[in-house]
């Protein structure tokens, strides 16, 4: 079965300083990776996805997120965040043969002024 | 640009009434999903669908049902609502292993 852990619940920064948002997981086949972005009061948004090719993936915003298969992670930075970045993410892995989506908990960055 | 339209954004029932929650998608998607939100635990699978007519349980299909009567739609049913049903229900689809598009989310209190 898969599984996902994202490190942090919560990640507080200041406005344009760097970030990273952790996320481990666990799986006995190949995966496909994917970063949502939840808004207040809003439904999940796609940052970026891992399908294959290139470990390094560009998002939406600005956002990138690194594929490294020996450590199962994926995390997802960003070089200098802004104060609308301010949102709950959504780490998630499904099995190259279906569509089931593993989430995990959600870690929820807070930028400050 | 693909719309998930979920019925309600919020809803208060009562303890024991049979709710419906309506998910509606406009690009043809085959996929489509119902998840619930809690704090703390992130998304999970209630039920999903690949097809009119078929479902299949996800991870936390106790106390629900679905139906896909149409290709567009995809309604989640709790038979009979309970309390610890108080939680907000996302519904998403997707073509054949691409992303998944969410809709807004319906949260729903069980008094």
């Known amino acids: 079965a898969q599984s996902v852990t994202q490190l942090d619940s919560q990640v507080p920064v200041f406005e344009e300083a760097p970030v990273e948002l952790r996320c481990n997981y666990s799986s006995s086949v190949s995966v496909y990776l994917f970063w949502y972005v939840q808004y207040p009061n809003q439904g999940l948004q796609l940052l970026l996805k891992?399908?294959?090719?290139?470990?390094l993936v560009k998002g939406i915003n600005g956002f990138e997120a690194e594929f490294n298969k020996s450590q199962t992670s994926f995390h997802l930075r960003k070089p200098s965040v802004h104060i609308s970045d301010t949102a709950e993410y959504f780490c998630a892995v499904s099995d190259q043969g279906g569509n089931k989506l593993v989430f995990g908990a959600g870690t929820i960055l807070r930028v400050k002024s | 640009d693909v719309k998930v339209t979920q019925s309600s954004r919020y809803l208060v029932k009562r303890t024991g009434e049979k709710v419906f929650l309506e998910c509606v998608q406009d690009?043809?998607?085959?996929?489509m999903f119902w998840y619930r939100q809690d704090p703390g635990l992130g998304l999970r699978l209630i039920y999903f669908s690949y097809d009119v007519k078929m479902k299949e349980k996800g991870d936390i299909p106790e106390g629900y049902s679905v139906s896909r009567e149409k290709k567009e739609r995809f309604s989640l049913i709790l038979e009979s609502a309970s309390t610890n049903q108080t939680s907000m229900y996302l519904c998403?689809?997707?073509?054949?292993?691409?992303?998944?598009?969410f809709g807004d989310g319906t949260r729903l209190s069980i008094l």
């Open positions: 690009m043809d998607h085959e996929n």
């Open positions: 891992y399908l294959s090719g290139s470990t």
């Open positions: 998403a689809s997707s073509l054949w292993n691409q992303p998944q598009h």
